[in-house]
């Protein structure tokens, strides 16, 4: 492997500092807490996963089971899915040097076979700062959702995929 190139490996307890201060640099209007990531991560480890380049982390995306149209809000630490049907993206952070990459669609993949796994319907997120033109490419089509949900994260669009 090249370590010029990013690449995912799993997320591990110890990269949430590291998650806590990227996801809140990189999306300064949708901070969340270290106890709402550390939440998630624990939610679904094995739909976590850090981007490394050069043994540093470069991005990480962070994803857990979900209801459909109710994923967990923004910074809400305690999330019981009743019924979960989706893996939720619920974060994908890139820094400069990890995007342009392909990362993306690999997470997407990697996504998927959890959800595969768990016999769930597919994947969802929440299209922020503008992004719901970019997840069609990758499958996503905007789908109902809370409108508390939706509003916690200032706007937004919930997109969901099928397997």
């Keep these: 492997m090249n370590p010029a190139i990013p690449a995912w490996r ?45 043994g540093r982390g470069a991005g990480y995306c962070l994803a857990l089971p979900a209801d459909a149209g109710n994923p967990p809000r923004l910074d809400q630490v305690r999330y019981v899915p009743a019924k979960p049907a989706f893996i939720h993206l619920h974060d994908i952070a890139l820094s400069e040097a990890a995007r342009g990459h392909g990362l993306v669609p690999l997470a997407i993949e990697r996504l998927a076979e959890v959800a595969r796994a768990r016999s ?36 937004g669009v919930y997109m969901n995929r099928p397997l």
């Excluded at 998650?19 to 990531?37: C, W």
């Excluded at 508390?148 to 706007?155: D, H, L, T």
């Design 10 to 54: 799993p997320m591990r307890e110890a990269d949430l500092g590291f998650v806590d201060r990227l996801g809140n640099s990189i999306y300064p209007d949708h901070v969340e807490s270290f106890a709402a990531f550390a939440a998630k991560f624990r939610a679904c480890p094995e739909a976590c996963l850090v981007a490394e380049k050069g």
């Design 120 to 155: 769930f319907a597919g994947l969802s997120l929440i299209a922020v700062m503008g992004t719901e033109t970019m997840w069609p490419r990758y499958g996503f089509k905007p789908a109902p959702c809370d409108r508390a949900v939706i509003a916690s994260f200032g706007g």
